[in-house]
């Protein structure tokens, strides 16, 4: 257990610090992003991913779950032709699924446009397509080195990806709406459609930035891509002999154990697109006067047309959904480390072992969610202004207790989330279909009633993802115990690091009201964060939730990672 446990630690800090690198480069990426194309923009751009989120599911979560799961196997057994077999049959497989899921996005592209009611983003997705076909093809190889419990290809060319979106990305949006608003000056027209001001010419220029963006994410996972080919290729290829009879048999071994995984991976992403496409209907089912209304001061600073206030309030809900998603997505990175761990304790037949391992990953998980997400609620107007004050101050105005709300709740998006991935690596993802599809169907229901109306509009989101995550969180946890016997430390695990970082919350509160109060923006963020910081880490190790044993075995893990 110790040397699995040291693995578990030494990938789960690599890839935790890939995580925060790659975090932080979105940050970068998506303030002048947003400069340049508006929260209207923001909006196009991100239902161009809410339909490539279903394919995405598939190819970078079920299949690569079920191949790292297949690798990690049959190491263990010492079996290297099998493992040379399925290497193969991965390729070609993932080759096809790229091939399938990049058609998809362009068949789907203005039939998709026609029932968001949105027909400018249908140019965002077919920028979007391309993306689908490598980033296939650059999870077979990712999934091949972390079945080895090699997290470094992992971990590099997400990095990789993250810094060419950002450069193209950025490089194409502002040359394009530079091309595009010098035409408007010229010519009172863009692309030959005459703008009767500049507030018209802009949501005529959108769309278009907002492609121009997006591929910048495909140079970015052709960069990833090649990379992982080329770090595979050199690493592996002399420890496998060459795969000469059919992998017929190895493909049918990666389609059945990823079947359950796949029809999990794709209610649960379904679920994620209900959810942003219902948001997105029901703002449109709104009384369009009072949800301009609402937002009266944001419209007036950003410049926007009554018009596209459906866009626009949409783009404010995805720019709060990049804070949202921040600790979750960090906290993932511990649940993709666990997955070989996981499957190797599962193997061994011992229900103590496997329990011993998910509590540990649990309470390293809940210590990070609680403390981030309550970090977030405490500083919620600070880190939007220090992002969006020089560019985009409506984002800070619209946002701001959005993510304050979101902060309280992050426990159930990174809970659930490593739940789930604890499932699928003891082979249970079938059973957790269920808990996806009432989720979905949860989510979906709780837009339409609450997000429909004006005076609730987006808030109306955050009590339906609260109760949908809770759903999954709790029947996750339910299969992990009863088919995989695994005894939760729930005190220790989920409820005393919860309690200390909430303490915190106050105390910080408390102490910086006390001590520091009328502080400028700057100074309130840095003093306020580090009281609660230090708060928090005190709480943690004085409750002993971590001991000092603990924290030198990270120390070590790190070390040697």
């Known amino acids: 257990m110790g040397d699995l446990k040291k693995k578990y630690i030494n990938s789960a800090a690599l890839l935790l610090t890939a995580s925060v690198?790659?975090?932080?480069?979105?940050?970068?990426?998506?303030?002048?992003l947003t400069a340049y194309i508006g929260a209207t923009g923001r909006g196009y751009f991100n239902m161009a991913y809410n339909l490539y989120m279903p394919v995405h599911a598939i190819i970078m979560g079920a299949f690569p779950v079920a191949?790292?799961?297949?690798?990690?196997?049959y190491r263990e057994c010492g079996d290297k032709m099998q493992v040379a077999r399925l290497k193969k049959a991965s390729g070609i497989m993932f080759f096809a699924v790229g091939l399938f899921g990049t058609a998809f996005m362009i068949a789907a592209a203005v039939p998709y446009a026609k029932y968001m009611a949105s027909p400018k983003?249908?140019?965002?997705?077919?920028?979007?397509?391309?993306?689908?076909?490598?980033?296939?093809l650059a999870s077979a190889k990712r999934a091949f080195a972390e079945g080895h419990m090699n997290m470094v290809p992992t971990s590099v060319s997400q990095i990789l990806e993250a810094v060419f979106k950002l450069v193209f990305g950025l490089l194409f949006a502002k040359l394009s709406m530079s091309f595009l608003y010098s035409e408007y000056l010229k010519t009172g027209a863009v692309f030959g459609a005459k703008c009767a001001d500049e507030t018209q010419?802009?949501?005529?220029?959108?769309?278009?930035?907002?492609?121009?963006?997006?591929?910048?994410?495909?140079?970015?996972?052709?960069?990833?891509?090649?990379?992982?080919s080329a770090y595979v290729s050199v690493k592996y290829k002399a420890l496998?002999?060459?795969?000469?009879?059919?992998?017929?048999?190895?493909?049918?071994?990666?389609?059945?154990?990823?079947?359950?995984?796949?029809?999990?991976?794709?209610i649960q992403s379904l679920s994620e697109f209900a959810d942003h496409s219902t948001v997105q209907i029901s703002l449109g089912m709104c009384d369009l006067n009072a949800l301009a209304a609402a937002y009266e001061n944001c419209l007036m600073l950003s410049g926007t047309d009554k018009a596209d206030v459906v866009a626009y309030v949409y783009g404010l809900f995805s720019a709060a959904h990049d804070l949202k998603n921040l600790v979750p997505g960090l906290t993932m990175a511990l649940g993709v480390a666990a997955v070989p761990a996981i499957s190797a304790a599962h193997a061994s037949g011992g229900s103590e072992r496997l329990s011993a391992l998910l509590n540990s990953i649990f309470k390293y998980i809940s210590l990070i969610s609680f403390g981030g997400g309550f970090?977030?609620?405490?500083?919620?107007?600070?880190?939007?202004?220090l992002l969006y004050q020089n560019s985009n101050y409506d984002i800070v105005l619209g946002c701001n207790n959005v993510v304050k709300l979101y902060g309280f709740i992050t426990i159930l998006f990174s809970l659930s989330g490593a739940a789930v991935f604890a499932v699928q690596s003891v082979g249970l993802a079938s059973k957790s279909i269920?808990?996806?599809?009432?989720?979905?169907?949860?989510?979906?229901?709780?837009?339409?009633?609450?997000?429909?109306?004006?005076?609730?509009?987006?808030?109306?989101?955050?009590?339906?993802?609260?109760?949908?995550?809770?759903?999954?969180?709790a029947a996750n946890i339910f299969l992990l115990a009863k088919y995989a016997g695994v005894k939760f430390a729930v005190f220790r695990s989920l409820l005393m690091p919860g309690i200390c970082c909430l303490a915190s919350y106050f105390a910080a509160n408390f102490i910086y009201g006390a001590l520091f109060s009328g502080s400028g923006i700057i100074s309130r963020f840095l003093l306020l964060g580090i009281i609660y910081a230090l708060c928090a880490v005190l709480l943690t190790i004085l409750s002993k939730t971590v001991s000092f044993s603990e924290i030198k075995s990270l120390a070590n893990g790190k070390k040697t990672a």
Not at 242 to 259: D, H, M, P, Y
Not at 375 to 385: A, F, G, M, R
Not at 435 to 452: I, Y
Request: positive net charge; glycine residues 4%; hydrophobic residues 60%.
């Open 21 to 32: 690198l790659v975090k932080a480069i979105s940050a970068v990426y998506k303030i002048p």
């Open 67 to 73: 191949l790292t799961h297949l690798i990690s196997k």
């Open 121 to 136: 983003c249908t140019v965002a997705v077919f920028a979007l397509a391309p993306t689908v076909f490598f980033s296939s």
């Open 201 to 228: 010419a802009l949501s005529a220029i959108y769309p278009f930035t907002s492609a121009a963006a997006i591929a910048g994410v495909t140079v970015g996972s052709v960069i990833s891509w090649a990379y992982l």
């Open 240 to 266: 496998y002999p060459a795969a000469k009879s059919s992998v017929k048999g190895a493909a049918g071994e990666i389609a059945s154990f990823g079947a359950p995984i796949i029809a999990s991976a794709l």
């Open 375 to 385: 970090y977030l609620s405490l500083l919620s107007q600070e880190i939007l202004t």
């Open 434 to 473: 269920p808990s996806f599809a009432a989720a979905g169907v949860l989510r979906a229901l709780l837009n339409l009633r609450f997000v429909s109306d004006a005076a609730v509009n987006i808030y109306g989101n955050i009590a339906a993802d609260a109760m949908a995550y809770a759903i999954i969180l």
